[in-house]
């Protein structure tokens, strides 16, 4: 008894040197590629009880700012977004979140319907390395991954990252095991200006479909949202660039009216939002600055409210203190970041 006892002891501290070394060398995506650690920080919120859920891609988590709907509305919410998200990993990242709460409405920006199949490792990485292991996240993995990818990489991941021995940064060691945040609420804020100085043409599309798997996972999005009365809303961030086209814009529509669900082309009112494109962007378009957000989502947060009657938050103790320190918190980022453009313009004048 007494040698199958050390044997376990043995083997429990080979597993546990193991997942240490495992978590040194898996990226940390906190001073770089930011993009990274978000799915992973949903699960850090104290009060996972949101009125509203946004999952997509990053016309979601660059343009629409939970703390404008809280301090104009009382509206609670969350984005679990990641960059280039497939249309089948915000499916799996809807079944994820529901696991531990019920928004009254999911919203989905329909940007990830152009994307029939995967398109990289990397991107994988940074929608799915977060989630909790699950049947979904298993689900999400065998969905996702590229040719050349192994699934035994996703349920071990030191054997996709051991050699990063030698690219090892302080950074590393520091949050080995604990993870701060660097998004509000799933918002990645970004304070630079950097102006709409043309507006690109599209390049002509062989084919303007839709694929069908697409189709597919709107479908059970959709369809899940119904199963737990939860109201879906569909919605194009107003982002220039990459291109949406009319045709992309037809079948929105007509699906949003085949299946009785609100559309919101953002594109089509950016004017009456007020988003000013020589100023509301930090990188020519492709996403809206911190205040072009706070515009996009204080219109946004006017529809949500009279369209649902949604409650208003703000006077319920429960919520107060803990959107208090959220709006603390971003405030002094938007300060810190407004002070660093700031910097920089008078060093480059």
């Not at 006892?5 to 193991?18: P, T």
């Not at 205040?291 to 989502?297: D, F, H, M, N, V």
Request: net charge negative.
């Amino acid at each position: 008894m007494k040698k199958i006892i050390r044997i376990g002891i043995m083997l429990l501290l080979a597993l546990g040197l193991l997942y240490g070394v495992q978590q040194l060398l898996m990226p940390k995506y906190k001073s770089e590629i930011l993009e990274g650690s978000m799915i992973a920080e949903y699960y850090q919120e104290d009060l996972k009880e949101h009125d509203v859920l946004f999952i997509s891609d990053c016309e979601v988590y660059e343009n629409f700012s939970p703390i404008t709907l809280w301090e104009d509305y009382g509206i609670t919410s969350y984005i679990r977004g990641s960059a280039q998200q497939l249309i089948w990993q915000s499916y799996y990242l809807l079944e994820d979140t529901l696991k531990y709460e019920t928004p009254e409405i999911f919203v989905f920006n329909v940007l990830g319907m152009q994307y029939a199949e995967p398109q990289s490792e990397s991107y994988n990485r940074m929608s799915l390395d977060g989630m909790r292991w699950s049947m979904t996240k298993l689900h999400a993995v065998e969905a996702s991954m590229m040719p050349d990818e192994e699934l035994i990489s996703y349920l071990f991941p030191l054997l996709r990252y051991h050699s990063r021995w030698n690219e090892l940064t302080a950074e590393d060691w520091k949050y080995i095991f604990v993870k701060d945040t660097k998004t509000f609420n799933g918002y990645l804020m970004q304070a630079g200006v950097k102006p709409v100085t043309y507006v690109p043409e599209g390049r002509v599309l062989a084919d303007y479909q839709f694929g069908d798997i697409c189709y597919e996972y709107l479908d059970k999005m959709v369809a899940l949202c119904k199963e737990k009365g939860i109201i879906p809303v569909l919605v194009k961030a107003p982002s220039i660039y990459p291109y949406w086209y009319d045709e992309w814009d037809a079948q929105m529509v007509d699906y949003a009216q085949k299946n009785d669900i609100l559309y919101i082309n953002f594109l089509d009112v950016a004017e009456e939002i007020g988003i000013d494109y020589t100023t509301d962007t930090y990188d020519t378009g492709l996403h809206l600055n911190v205040y072009g957000a706070e515009k996009l989502s204080a219109y946004f947060g006017q529809i949500l409210q009279e369209t649902y009657q949604l409650t208003d938050h703000r006077q319920d103790p429960v919520y107060q203190k803990i959107w208090q320190d959220k709006t603390d918190a971003y405030y002094t980022e938007k300060a810190r970041l407004i002070a660093i453009e700031e910097a920089e313009k008078e060093a480059g004048q």
